[in-house]
């Protein structure tokens, strides 16, 4: 039962990276059907993320008013048709509204499938559920551009927008027939929108909650650097082609997939924080290798890229207790605690890799050093929580 849950769990939240990744070997493609500049073409991704981050906010909410199942299968019901929608646009104009749809449907899955898990599990089985959850999730970056890329050569664009749709269309049926609801109706809180708002800036003003909430974001910001320098670090620093993305994100992904394993395994065995700690240790050994070597030498594969294997490796271990412990202040608003969580990190995620990585893609050397700054604040946001863990009592209510 533990496994179908964590397979449809993991469904639901490769949604929306899926929507995010699959479709950008199709630029180009696109540009060329709708008769669209390049700078439409990348808002089309820009305001898909920006509502992604938006939704985040309130589908826990949603789901502590109105039930974990309803908010999903409504969710997807929308992201099916902005799909379907997508995949007939006529124009750049009708193709963004669908993105804009899409991205504001896509985050239910990963934020409310993180509540259902505390609704469920507790302790070291719901750390172990949690990293099967992202370990089969870390696949979807690697495995969705390759993807993409298929599609659009062998059926063009618009097939990579029918693939969303009808993977929209699985998880639905997924959840219609094998997810049962996990928040009784007696748990639920009644929708009022004064007390929500008045919940959110308590969770907000949680020195704890909120210092964890940034550790994780700001460690992930790592991985986010080399994402939104993707393109740059492949071609122009390492000099290879436009098909040896591999290289990248092979080590990045892996080392995420073998981390969350090794976390699962470690739930019942060792303490959170101990695990926090061993992460965080990988983490800056990585940071401190990746900086010496693009100190001194020029990169290349597979020396530049190995760094990368061992920070991912670490940050799999550490992110899913920092979560968990961030969750647990408060046990009866899972829901909303969990959209605050994934707002926090999805924001700092879309402002490295928008922001900062543009200012840093020119040099292997400034990118090791953006992840070691990203890791030592995390890190420090770390030490602060611990620094005075006043913890809300189990059972406690906002």
Not at 280 to 289: K, R, S
Not at 364 to 383: C, P
Request: charged fraction near 5%; include cysteine.
């Amino acid at each position: 039962m533990n496994t179908l849950l964590t397979l449809l769990l993991a469904g639901l939240s490769m949604v929306g990276p899926l929507a995010i990744d699959t479709y950008l070997p199709s630029f180009p493609a696109i540009a060329r059907s709708l008769d669209a500049s390049p700078l439409l073409i990348q808002q089309t991704l820009s305001m898909f993320l920006f509502c992604f981050a938006f939704m985040m906010l309130f589908y826990g909410t949603l789901s502590d008013s109105f039930g974990r199942r309803p908010v999903i299968l409504i969710s997807l019901l929308l992201y099916i048709a902005a799909s379907i929608a997508g995949a007939l646009a006529p124009s750049i104009g009708v193709l963004l509204v669908c993105r804009i749809v899409q991205g504001l449907a896509a985050g239910a899955g990963s934020v409310v499938g993180r509540a259902i898990i505390q609704d469920r599990f507790s302790g070291a089985t719901a750390q172990k559920i949690m990293s099967h959850v992202m370990m089969i999730f870390g696949l979807c970056p690697a495995i969705a551009p390759v993807l993409g890329g298929w599609l659009q050569v062998g059926f063009g664009w618009r097939s990579v927008f029918w693939f969303l749709a009808a993977f929209g269309v699985l998880m639905f049926v997924a959840v219609q027939r094998m997810l049962p609801e996990s928040l009784a109706e007696k748990d639920r809180h009644p929708f009022h929108p004064g007390v929500i708002a008045a919940n959110y800036w308590k969770v907000l003003c949680h020195r704890q909650f909120l210092l964890l909430s940034v550790a994780v974001g700001t460690s992930f910001a790592g991985v986010a650097l080399y994402i939104g320098s993707a393109a740059y670090f492949v071609m122009d620093i390492l000099h290879l082609p436009e098909t040896a993305f591999a290289w990248m994100f092979v080590p990045l992904i892996s080392g995420m997939v073998i981390g969350s394993g090794l976390s699962g395994k470690f739930a019942h065995r060792t303490s959170r924080a101990a695990q926090v700690w061993a992460g965080f240790a990988i983490m800056l050994t990585a940071g401190v290798i990746n900086v010496a070597y693009n100190s001194y030498f020029t990169a290349t594969v597979p020396w530049a890229v190995a760094p990368l294997f061992i920070y991912t490796f670490g940050l799999a271990l550490a992110m899913t207790p920092l979560s968990l412990l961030a969750l647990e202040y408060f046990p009866n608003n899972n829901g909303l605690a969990s959209s605050l969580q994934s707002f926090i990190q999805m924001i700092l995620f879309a402002l490295v890799s928008g922001l900062v990585a543009p200012l840093l893609f020119d040099s292997a050397l400034k990118l090791a050093w953006g992840v070691l700054v990203s890791l030592v604040v995390s890190l420090l946001a770390w030490v602060w929580a611990q620094a005075g863990q006043a913890k809300i009592p189990a059972g406690a209510s906002l």
